[in-house]
């Protein structure tokens, strides 16, 4: 009885565990959702429970909106500033960023005043900033002492949707 109950228990637990294979939904609810494609290839939060590197924050006295993602089991993450923090209307982030961090090197690049955000849904009351996103970056001086990047000097990032919860000045 014990087996069968701790198989169950197994399965239920394997079963449960969400892997992207694509961009997640674009919704509106809160449900704690990122992704975007970066040169083509995806980059999402797997997990609805944000890591300990993660943070969403509204600051109102500047009306600043800052998102800092990421990815699950990958060493790469996105960072987002938005000072035009308002729905219906796109216009270009203020700041974006992506990173890729290693223990070896660090690989930046980032963009300000370029790119363009949308916010589908900023709700103050719940917390809740939905919209979606797109940037193209530069290499930038990101690029730590551990090593020079030689690769491509400019990302694409595609297709950037998000749903999240936030703190309010939290930063």
């Not at 960023?97 to 930046?108: I, L, N, P, Q």
Request: aromatic share 12%; net charge negative; charged share 20%.
């Amino acid at each position: 009885m014990k087996s069968v109950l701790l198989l169950s228990m197994v399965a239920l637990l394997y079963g449960c565990e969400e892997k992207y294979t694509s961009l997640p939904p674009e919704t509106q609810s809160g449900a704690n959702t990122f992704g975007c494609l970066i040169d083509g290839r995806l980059f999402v939060r797997e997990l609805y429970l944000p890591t300990s590197y993660d943070y969403v924050a509204y600051r109102s006295e500047d009306n600043v909106l800052a998102i800092n993602i990421k990815a699950n089991g990958q060493p790469e993450s996105i960072q987002i500033i938005d000072s035009i923090v308002e729905t219906g209307t796109s216009h270009p982030l203020r700041f974006a960023s992506f990173e890729h961090r290693t223990f070896e090197k660090t690989y930046g690049f980032s963009t300000e005043n370029s790119g363009e955000i949308y916010l589908t849904r900023f709700d103050t009351i719940n917390k809740v900033v939905s919209g979606t996103f797109s940037f193209r970056a530069g290499k930038s001086e990101l690029v730590s002492w551990r090593g020079e990047y030689t690769g491509d000097t400019v990302m694409n990032v595609t297709q950037g949707r998000f749903d999240l919860e936030f703190s309010k000045n939290i930063y």
